[in-house]
T-cell receptor, first 115, second 114 residues
């Protein structure tokens, strides 16, 4: 398996622009997580899907952020409008739906820079 | 709810020296414990995990960790580090019977000097 795939790997945009990050989880995994990593706050969970349904989005910073999972093999995280403080590395991770003892498999991340 | 504390934000060490990265957790129920490693410009990957049974867990790349319930700790150790072990290490905890969402610590940067 190719592992969790994220695109783009790097994104540079200007403040106010819409940004869409994409994730393809590992086939057969039905839990998907979006994280944000910054020096200031470390690794933050933004939203968690199970069987394509958002279960916990309490970590989504504000209404500018939205996430979708239209099917089991694709998810997007959208920021509209983007702001400089959104600059971070965004990770997607997936795991199997067999309990809290399962490891998460992380993608390589998308490094977002908002100017 | 569970929480994780990694006491050291940065640990410098010389090559071939032993290292211990500390992790303490807080939870009112039984837990599962994980250590992940993040190499530069990569995502996190699992080093090892404790689910039950023997309190000494061996992982990849010569790392091991010991679960100490009385001290609520899960410290990571390696008897002899290599330059290639330079990375960020994250401790994570999830509650047995709880949600699938682990809580991650802030991470410890291990810096191995030649």
């Amino acid at each position: 398996d190719a592992g969790v795939i994220q695109s783009p790997r790097h994104e540079v945009t200007e403040m106010g622009q819409e940004v869409t990050l994409r994730c393809k989880p590992i086939s057969g995994h039905n839990s998907l997580f979006w994280y944000r990593q910054t020096m200031m706050r470390g690794l933050e969970l933004l939203i968690y899907f199970n069987n394509n349904v958002p279960i916990d989005d309490s970590g989504m910073p504000e209404d500018r952020f939205s996430a979708k999972m239209p099917n089991a093999s694709f998810s997007t995280l959208k920021i509209q409008p983007s702001e400089p403080r959104d600059s971070a590395v965004y990770f997607c991770a997936s795991s199997t739906d067999r309990g809290s003892y399962n490891e998460q498999f992380f993608g390589p991340g998308t490094r977002l820079t908002v100017l | 709810a569970q929480s994780v504390t990694q006491l050291d934000s940065q640990v410098p060490v010389f090559e071939e020296a032993p290292v211990e990265l500390r992790c303490n957790y807080s939870s009112s129920v039984s837990v599962y414990l994980f250590w992940y490693v993040q190499y530069p410009n990569q995502g996190l990957q699992l080093l090892l995990k404790y689910l039950s049974g023997s309190t000494l867990v061996k992982g990849i790349n010569g790392f091991e960790a010991e679960f100490n319930k009385s001290q609520t700790s899960f410290h990571l150790r390696k008897p002899s580090v290599h330059i290639s072990d330079t990375a960020e290490y994250f401790c994570a905890v999830s509650e047995s019977g709880g949600s699938y969402i682990p809580t991650f610590g802030r991470g410890t940067s291990l810096i191995v000097h030649p």
